[in-house]
């Protein structure tokens, strides 16, 4: 039982490239979460989905884009790197509320992105 | 939507002292309330949380406190020891989203 893992862990990207961010969770988990974390700013919501097939805007979702065509899956695009988008990202996974459960989130271990 | 303020920023105590970190939240409708524990380059790990309809939660030397007509909570840790120095976050979940405070750096002088 892995968790949540996300790939890659660090990547380096010149402006204007885009890369996908994988976030795979084998919890069996409804809901996925993609936030970006900067120093003195905690942890921003950028997208999220309730389910397979849906994904919804979290807090700061521009110049970003996701699909979750399984629910095991939830992937973080950046169509064209900002420098502005260098940050950690951590992606979550999360069970539905339901008797003795919180809806606790699961983090990965983070994926460091720098944009030159 | 939810907005969460979290103070101090940074907390410096020494080991054995207690540390009190505190958070407000805007939204009413906000449920769940949980603490979560970051160190160095690690991910952030749940260290306790509290719902709505609870007033305290204690687990050892932790506890968390909440106030939902102030729409305020806080994190207590007694007997401070060095491994409680990292990074602690409070959050407030409403619905699916689980919004965060900006964060308290706390270092245990030894």
Same mark, same amino acid.
């Given at each position: 039982n892995a968790g949540v893992t996300q790939t890659?862990?660090?990547?380096?990207?010149?402006?204007?490239?885009?890369?996908?961010?994988?976030?795979?969770?084998?919890?069996?988990?409804?809901?996925? $979460?993609? $936030?970006?974390?900067?120093?003195?700013?905690?942890?921003?919501?950028?997208? $999220?989905?309730?389910?397979?097939?849906?994904?919804?805007?979290?807090?700061v979702p521009?110049? $970003?884009?996701?699909?979750r065509l399984k629910k095991q899956n939830f992937l973080l695009g950046l169509e064209s790197a900002a420098p502005s988008q260098t940050s950690v990202y951590f992606c979550a996974s999360s069970p539905t509320r339901s008797t003795g459960n919180t809806g606790e989130l699961f983090f990965g271990e983070g994926s460091r992105l720098t944009v030159l | 939507g939810e907005n969460v303020e979290q103070h101090p920023s940074t907390l410096s105590v020494q080991e054995g002292d207690s540390a009190v970190i505190k958070c407000t939240y805007s939204d009413s409708a906000s449920n769940?309330?949980?603490w979560y524990k970051q160190e160095l380059g690690k991910r952030p790990q749940l260290i306790i949380d509290i719902r709505s309809n609870v007033g305290e939660k204690k687990d050892?030397?932790?506890a968390v406190t909440l106030n939902k007509t102030a729409k305020h909570f806080s994190l207590?840790?007694?007997?401070?020891?060095?491994?409680?120095?990292?990074?602690?976050?409070?959050?407030?979940?409403?619905?699916?989203?689980?919004?965060?405070?900006a964060g308290t750096t706390v270092t245990v002088r030894a």
């Open positions: 890659p862990k660090f990547r380096v990207l010149k402006t204007g490239q885009s890369m996908t961010l994988l976030c795979a969770q084998d919890m069996n988990h409804e809901y996925m $979460y993609w $936030y970006r974390q900067d120093p003195g700013m905690g942890l921003r919501l950028i997208h $999220y989905s309730v389910g397979e097939g849906t994904t919804a805007k979290g807090e521009d110049g $970003y884009n996701v699909s | 769940y309330f949980p050892q030397r932790i207590h840790i007694t007997e401070t020891q060095p491994e409680d120095s990292a990074v602690y976050f409070c959050a407030a979940k409403n619905d699916y989203k689980l919004s965060f405070g």
